[in-house]
């Protein structure tokens, strides 16, 4: 635990830490081609949406002996449509038929009651009308839209406009990967699923704030000196805040893997698992982003300011003076000459280290 | 709610005085919990899903012709006559609620009957205009000499044959022998009058309607309106062209009621006004071309009557809501006047305008759940939660060691405040804890620890810094109040929004996320902060004993230098 502890004292301290400014571009790269994919999932395989959204009807019965095939191949036949039978925890089933509309589906509940030998009292119907899931993610829309809106005036007010949008860009990011891997794996679209997404939403924006806080904190008088380029100060952020984003997000994690595993696969299927699942896809991706990419794109578009360009031109010439004063460290030095040029701003890997070859090697998390 | 906000001020700057802080919560957790109590309300009512029972979700639908007809008016009075019509069949505890701007949710908890409210809730309603034959007080008449006097009724069963007919002088007469059954007389005349007119009867048919006409009155007789009963509406499955009987919707009266002569389609519109000549609210209503006709031939015909016979009941779902007396001969507009309030006004104006329900329904979703299934998913929440919990304190206790304590502390006045909230909000605004809120509270554990790592991470980074553990607690709190009060309001912000925009199971998700959110807030700046402060000044704590997680030696504290030139060889080769 010291060790942590340590690793946490010299993180805070800027005397390891990760590039994640500087190696941005590789990020970026990354979080292109997940977009990319998961564009490309829900555009091939598209989502498996549940019968909230199709119409239909979900029975869950009883502890019953009766097979999964057989109860399977009765309820297609009651219903003249497609079922999905499942086996409960609990040694009941849940019988999913699709199409079904909700003045039939009491006749097939009847039927299934029939067939399993069980009370009909005792068989639970879900049954929705197909426009019910739409009207749900129609309204899932417009309060995404809503908050995106709020949020982006709130942060610009709170922060500054370049960070409302790194923000923003970094939300619509966590959306994508995580409507991507529903895409891609095939899990089920439920209302339940909507619910998580929409969660997602605050929370991915919980780490997010935590580094921004401590970027405006830092970057407070970044104009008054001559060390750092405002990049290397998103840096130092990033890693200064790591511990407390490591911690938030593992924090986040727990109850809802909690609910995911223990609380879902106690019953199979059903609300407790839609919505954790997506929360869980959403969580992680919204920490990761936090990190690699609403930061860095703080920091790009941070350095489009004239006045970062100016600190940052200062900020190298001054290094470079001092390099040809004291020892020139070969590598620095060529490290130094490249920043120069506006376009790569790759300095310094680890802010407040000077010999950057010793930097070179700081720990990845 | 209201309770966290008032704490919230005093709380900043308390400060210095963690006392006054606890003190203020500590205050705050009795008033709640004492409430709990003293409500008698001791957990959280449960939604549907967990507690079994039978929700319905009806949706409004556009109607070509009508774009405007979805509007909060509208809504409101679909939602009074749902209430009206699922509380009618006995079922207590029903609750209906309009969900976003277009939605009915009908709750009819423990799974009572779910077909028959199915069937109900989803039942266009009806509303005719019916004369009344008969009218008399609520309670059930005590003797049965007047039913005996019924097959004399046969005038009223005839008239269900010809329903502009109107009722004949007999008819009358029988009906208001009827009226004043308890008097033995009447009873006696009627009677003995009537009795042996049954089989002379002149038409074949007329023994049909005679017993049609004699269950009748024996219906009326036997009839039980007085409120708090479960009374039954008679007069909902009767079909318009047969006579019934019926009760006033306050329950307050009894009626026997023609065959419908103007149906709820032929009104044209009506409104509340308030009569600038009387001083007084009237309804007026104005007709169709094919209604306006029926409406005089009504008006005319029973202005002519004696009372009760010139008063025509206007009938909803089988209740008669109004039965105004009829004075002239009305054309294609008219209007009634009564000892009318506004709302009262408003309400007959609304359901004369909208014949019935104002739009129409379809059923979007149906969920019926036995309590065993709803029970099971409650358990599952449960423990889901508790391995959730027992998670964030093993990270917690493992990483933070003392800390933790101040951190599990925390969670539990968090849960203490969630869970009465929860419970008094049963009672009054009907907040049901149903699945997904489950899961929000349990989503929101997380964000609740959040809050101690980002100032319990601040106050590590003081002592880094080289402070002591006194000024570390109270030079972080600024910062980390700063970072908690911007990232909590962000998670308010997505649960506000949600719980606004969206319908369903989502706000109850929305609302729990949102109600810990702000939770969150109160608790750590009345718990946290002060008992962190109060415990800073303990030896364990405050000189960094190594289990109290604040050890500056294990956080890598360094002499008070500046930050630039810390970078020192020793620690550095290592790591790497």
């Given at each position: 635990?010291?060790?942590?502890?340590?690793?946490?004292?010299?993180?805070?301290?800027?005397?390891?830490?990760?590039?994640?400014?500087?190696?941005?571009?590789?990020?970026?790269?990354?979080?292109?081609?997940?977009?990319?994919?998961?564009?490309?999932?829900?555009?091939?395989?598209?989502?498996?949406?549940?019968?909230?959204?199709?119409?239909?009807?979900?029975?869950?019965?009883?502890?019953?002996?009766?097979?999964?095939?057989?109860?399977?191949?009765?309820?297609?036949?009651?219903?003249?449509?497609?079922?999905?039978?499942?086996?409960?925890?609990?040694?009941?089933?849940?019988?999913?038929?699709?199409?079904?509309?909700?003045?039939?589906?009491?006749?097939?509940?009847?039927?299934?009651?029939?067939?399993?030998?069980?009370?009909?009292?005792?068989?639970?119907?879900?049954?929705?009308?197909?426009?019910?899931?739409?009207?749900?993610?129609?309204k899932a829309w417009t309060g995404l839209g809503i908050f995106m809106v709020l949020v982006v005036i709130y942060?610009?007010?709170?922060?500054?406009?370049?960070?409302?949008?790194?923000?923003?860009?970094?939300?619509?990011?966590?959306?994508?990967?995580?409507?991507?891997?529903?895409?891609?794996?095939?899990?089920?679209?439920?209302?339940?699923?909507?619910?998580?997404?929409l969660?997602?939403l605050?929370?991915?924006?919980?780490?997010?704030?935590?580094?921004?806080?401590?970027?405006?904190?830092?970057?407070?008088?970044?104009?008054?000196?001559?060390?750092?380029?405002?990049?290397?100060?998103?840096?130092?952020?990033?890693?200064?805040?790591?511990?407390?984003?490591?911690?938030?997000?593992?924090?986040?994690?727990?109850?809802?893997?909690?609910?995911?595993?223990?609380?879902?696969?106690?019953?199979?299927?059903?609300?407790?698992?839609?919505?954790?699942?997506?929360?869980?896809?959403?969580?992680?991706?919204?920490?990761?982003?936090?990190?690699?990419?609403?930061?860095?794109?703080?920091?790009?578009?941070?350095?489009?300011?004239?006045?970062?360009?100016?600190?940052?031109?200062?900020?190298?010439?001054?290094?470079?003076?001092?390099?040809?004063?004291?020892?020139?460290?070969?590598?620095?030095?060529?490290?130094?000459?490249?920043?120069?040029?506006?376009?790569?701003?790759?300095?310094?890997?680890?802010?407040?280290?000077?010999?950057?070859?010793?930097?070179?090697?700081?720990?990845?998390? | 709610?209201?309770?966290?906000?008032?704490?919230?001020?005093?709380?900043?700057?308390?400060?210095?005085?963690?006392?006054?802080?606890?003190?203020?919560?500590?205050?705050?957790?009795?008033?709640?919990?004492?409430?709990?109590?003293?409500?008698?309300?001791?957990?959280?009512?449960?939604?549907?899903?967990?507690?079994?029972?039978?929700?319905?979700?009806?949706?409004?639908?556009?109607?070509?012709?009508?774009?405007?007809?979805?509007?909060?008016?509208?809504?409101?009075?679909?939602?009074?006559?749902?209430?009206?019509?699922?509380?009618?069949?006995?079922?207590?505890?029903?609750?209906?609620?309009?969900?976003?701007?277009?939605?009915?949710?009908?709750?009819?908890?423990?799974?009572?009957?779910?077909?028959?409210?199915?069937?109900?809730?989803?039942?266009?309603?009806?509303?005719?205009?019916?004369?009344?034959?008969?009218?008399?007080?609520?309670?059930?008449?005590?003797?049965?000499?007047?039913?005996?006097?019924?097959?004399?009724?046969?005038?009223?069963?005839?008239?269900?044959?010809?329903?502009?007919?109107?009722?004949?002088?007999?008819?009358?007469?029988?009906?208001?022998?009827?009226?004043?059954?308890?008097?033995?007389?009447?009873?006696?005349?009627?009677?003995?009058?009537?009795?042996?007119?049954?089989?002379?009867?002149?038409?074949?048919?007329?023994?049909?309607?005679?017993?049609?006409?004699?269950?009748?009155?024996?219906?009326?007789?036997?009839?039980?309106?007085?409120?708090?009963?479960?009374?039954?509406?008679?007069?909902?499955?009767?079909?318009?062209?047969?006579?019934?009987?019926?009760?006033?919707?306050?329950?307050?009266?009894?009626?026997?009621?023609?065959?419908?002569?103007?149906?709820?389609?032929?009104?044209?519109?009506?409104?509340?006004?308030?009569?600038?000549?009387?001083?007084?609210?009237?309804?007026?209503?104005?007709?169709?071309?094919?209604?306006?006709?029926?409406?005089?031939?009504?008006?005319?015909?029973?202005?002519?009557?004696?009372?009760?016979?010139?008063?025509?009941?206007?009938?909803?779902?089988?209740?008669?809501?109004?039965?105004?007396?009829?004075?002239?001969?009305?054309?294609?507009?008219?209007?009634?006047?009564?000892?009318?309030?506004?709302?009262?006004?408003?309400?007959?104006?609304?359901?004369?305008?909208?014949?019935?329900?104002?739009?129409?329904?379809?059923?979007?979703?149906?969920?019926?759940?036995?309590?065993?299934?709803?029970?099971?998913?409650?358990?599952?929440?449960?423990?889901?939660?508790?391995?959730?919990?027992?998670?964030?304190?093993?990270?917690?206790?493992?990483?933070?060691?003392?800390?933790?304590?101040?951190?599990?502390?925390?969670?539990?006045?968090?849960?203490?405040?969630?869970?009465?909230?929860?419970?008094?909000?049963?009672?009054?605004?009907?907040?049901?804890?149903?699945?997904?809120?489950?899961?929000?509270?349990?989503?929101?554990?997380?964000?609740?620890?959040?809050?101690?790592?980002?100032?319990?991470?601040?106050?590590?980074?003081?002592?880094?810094?080289?402070?002591?553990?006194?000024?570390?607690?109270?030079?972080?709190?600024?910062?980390?109040?700063?970072?908690?009060?911007?990232?909590?309001?962000?998670?308010?912000l997505a649960a506000a929004v949600l719980f606004v925009v969206t319908?369903?199971?989502?706000?109850?998700?929305a609302?729990?996320?949102?109600?810990?959110?702000?939770?969150?807030?109160?608790?750590?700046?009345?718990?946290?902060?002060?008992?962190?402060?109060?415990?800073?000044?303990?030896?364990?704590?405050?000189?960094?004993?190594?289990?109290?997680?604040?050890?500056?030696?294990?956080?890598?504290?360094?002499?008070?230098?500046?930050?630039?030139?810390?970078?020192?060889?020793?620690?550095?080769?290592?790591?790497?």
């Open positions: 635990m010291s060790r942590l502890g340590n690793i946490g004292a010299r993180l805070y301290r800027g005397e390891v830490g990760y590039d994640f400014v500087g190696k941005r571009k590789f990020w970026y790269g990354i979080s292109i081609l997940i977009t990319i994919t998961a564009a490309l999932g829900l555009a091939i395989q598209g989502l498996n949406f549940g019968i909230e959204f199709k119409g239909g009807a979900v029975f869950t019965t009883p502890k019953t002996s009766v097979s999964v095939a057989h109860v399977q191949e009765a309820a297609e036949r009651v219903s003249g449509h497609d079922a999905i039978v499942q086996k409960l925890g609990n040694g009941g089933l849940r019988i999913q038929v699709s199409g079904l509309d909700t003045k039939k589906a009491n006749a097939v509940k009847t039927d299934l009651a029939a067939g399993l030998n069980v009370p009909e009292q005792e068989i639970n119907a879900d049954l929705v009308g197909p426009s019910w899931g739409e009207q749900i993610a129609n942060l610009a007010i709170a922060f500054e406009w370049r960070m409302a949008i790194a923000a923003l860009i970094a939300l619509v990011h966590d959306l994508t990967i995580t409507v991507g891997v529903y895409a891609l794996v095939g899990f089920e679209v439920t209302p339940g699923t909507v619910i998580g997404l969660t997602i605050g929370y991915s924006l919980y780490d997010t704030v935590v580094v921004f806080d401590s970027l405006k904190e830092s970057s407070k008088d970044i104009t008054k000196q001559t060390r750092w380029t405002y990049s290397e100060v998103a840096n130092r952020s990033i890693n200064a805040t790591l511990v407390r984003s490591i911690n938030t997000t593992a924090v986040a994690l727990m109850p809802v893997a909690g609910l995911l595993f223990i609380g879902g696969g106690f019953l199979g299927a059903g609300m407790l698992n839609d919505i954790s699942l997506s929360l869980f896809v959403g969580l992680a991706a919204g920490a990761y982003s936090s990190i690699f990419i609403a930061t860095p794109l703080v920091a790009d578009l941070k350095e489009l300011d004239p006045q970062m360009k100016a600190l940052k031109k200062r900020v190298l010439a001054k290094r470079a003076a001092a390099d040809a004063k004291g020892e020139p460290e070969t590598g620095f030095a060529a490290e130094d000459a490249e920043s120069l040029d506006m376009e790569h701003e790759d300095v310094a890997a680890v802010v407040g280290q000077r010999r950057s070859g010793a930097r070179g090697r700081g720990k990845r998390r | 709610m209201a309770a966290p906000k008032k704490g919230r001020g005093p709380a900043a700057r308390a400060q210095g005085k963690p006392g006054r802080a606890l003190a203020l919560i500590l205050i705050v957790m009795v008033a709640l919990v004492g409430g709990m109590f003293w409500s008698g309300s001791l957990s959280p009512r449960l939604g549907i899903d967990l507690a079994g029972g039978t929700s319905i979700t009806l949706s409004a639908e556009n109607e070509p012709g009508k774009p405007n007809a979805i509007n909060k008016t509208n809504m409101d009075t679909a939602v009074s006559i749902i209430e009206r019509r699922v509380n009618g069949m006995g079922v207590s505890e029903a609750e209906v609620q309009q969900q976003g701007d277009r939605n009915i949710i009908v709750n009819i908890p423990k799974a009572t009957d779910s077909e028959q409210a199915r069937k109900q809730v989803g039942t266009t309603a009806q509303l005719y205009f019916r004369p009344v034959l008969t009218v008399a007080g609520a309670a059930p008449l005590p003797q049965q000499p007047a039913a005996k006097g019924s097959p004399s009724a046969s005038p009223s069963g005839k008239s269900s044959a010809k329903p502009s007919s109107s009722p004949t002088t007999q008819g009358r007469a029988v009906t208001e022998g009827l009226e004043k059954a308890p008097s033995p007389t009447a009873t006696a005349t009627a009677a003995a009058s009537d009795k042996p007119k049954t089989p002379e009867s002149p038409k074949p048919s007329a023994s049909g309607d005679a017993a049609a006409a004699a269950a009748l009155d024996k219906q009326f007789a036997a009839l039980d309106c007085t409120p708090g009963k479960n009374r039954s509406n008679p007069a909902q499955h009767a079909k318009p062209t047969e006579p019934t009987v019926a009760c006033s919707s306050e329950g307050d009266a009894k009626y026997i009621l023609g065959p419908a002569e103007v149906e709820g389609t032929d009104v044209d519109g009506a409104k509340a006004v308030l009569d600038p000549q009387r001083g007084m609210w009237i309804v007026t209503m104005d007709f169709t071309d094919k209604g306006s006709k029926k409406f005089q031939t009504i008006t005319g015909r029973l202005s002519q009557q004696p009372e009760p016979q010139n008063q025509f009941a206007i009938v909803l779902d089988g209740e008669v809501v109004s039965a105004p007396r009829v004075n002239q001969a009305l054309g294609g507009s008219a209007e009634i006047s009564g000892n009318f309030t506004q709302e009262s006004a408003t309400e007959l104006a609304n359901i004369l305008s909208y014949g019935a329900l104002p739009l129409t329904f379809h059923e979007s979703s149906v969920t019926s759940v036995t309590a065993a299934l709803g029970g099971e998913q409650l358990q599952a929440g449960l423990i889901a939660g508790a391995i959730g919990i027992a998670l964030v304190v093993i990270y917690l206790v493992v990483y933070y060691r003392g800390l933790s304590l101040i951190a599990i502390l925390s969670l539990m006045v968090s849960a203490v405040l969630t869970y009465s909230l929860m419970s008094l909000l049963g009672p009054a605004i009907g907040f049901a804890l149903n699945l997904p809120a489950v899961c929000g509270a349990i989503v929101a554990i997380g964000i609740t620890a959040d809050s101690f790592i980002v100032y319990f991470e601040r106050i590590r980074d003081e002592i880094r810094d080289g402070r002591t553990l006194r000024p570390a607690v109270e030079r972080a709190w600024p910062r980390a109040r700063r970072t908690i009060l911007v990232s909590d309001f962000v998670s308010f319908v369903g199971k989502v706000q109850g998700f609302f729990t996320l949102g109600l810990t959110t702000l939770l969150d807030v109160v608790v750590v700046f009345l718990f946290t902060k002060p008992v962190m402060t109060l415990l800073a000044r303990t030896k364990f704590f405050g000189n960094g004993h190594p289990w109290s997680g604040l050890d500056p030696k294990r956080l890598g504290a360094k002499p008070p230098l500046r930050r630039t030139r810390r970078v020192s060889a020793t620690i550095d080769p290592k790591e790497a």
